[in-house]
């Protein structure tokens, strides 16, 4: 039985859309995620909708309020976990904010990056399936499934609808 622990996953980007807004995680030897960059967010409470999970991680990840956000896709991640549990989320690009943020929190430091060197960074290798996909101008979002085993990506199948 398939019942995934729900997460979203969200990149903030800068008013003229140069700059991203990424975490490194390096504050954690035992994170599975310890050395990469990512986006911002984690996993969904109970009692709020997908949209207000985003806005709450983002607020206590980095101190900034979301004023509009995009639904750019979802991604089943099969396996992903740690003990190789199901992942499922959903992936947002923030392009409206206010606030300061915060130098970081306790996975790592707050960092802005270029957009355009994002791929370049040391982050996950199935990531670059996704990303430019988070940041093109197609409104379509994307639908995928990443399984997982032992720590690597598997396989990669998506579809825009």
């Known amino acids: 039985m398939y019942q995934p622990i729900l997460a979203t996953l969200g990149y903030v980007l800068t008013p003229d859309r140069e700059q991203v807004l990424v975490i490194h995680r390096n504050k954690r ?5 310890y050395g990469k960059y ?6 969904l409470e109970s009692n709020e909708s997908v949209t207000g999970g985003m ?3 983002i607020w206590e990840e980095s101190g900034i309020s979301v004023d509009r956000l995009t639904l750019r896709g979802t991604i089943s991640w099969p396996g992903f976990g740690k003990h190789g549990e199901d992942w499922f989320g959903f992936i947002f690009r923030i392009d409206q904010w206010h606030g300061d943020v915060h130098a970081g929190n ?3 430091t ?3 990056k270029p957009l355009a060197q994002l791929l370049q960074l040391p982050i ?7 990303l430019p996909m988070v940041f093109d101008t197609d409104p379509r979002p994307f639908h995928g499934v990443m399984p997982y085993h032992q720590g690597a ?5 998506y579809e825009r609808l």
């Open 124 to 130: 996950w290798p199935s990531d670059r399936n996704f």
């Open 29 to 33: 030897p035992d994170d599975i995620h």
């Open 110 to 112: 707050l960092e802005w």
């Open 55 to 57: 806005c709450r991680e």
């Open 153 to 157: 990506m598997v396989s990669w199948q």
């Open 38 to 43: 990512n986006g911002l967010g984690g996993r």
């Open 106 to 108: 306790h996975e790592g």
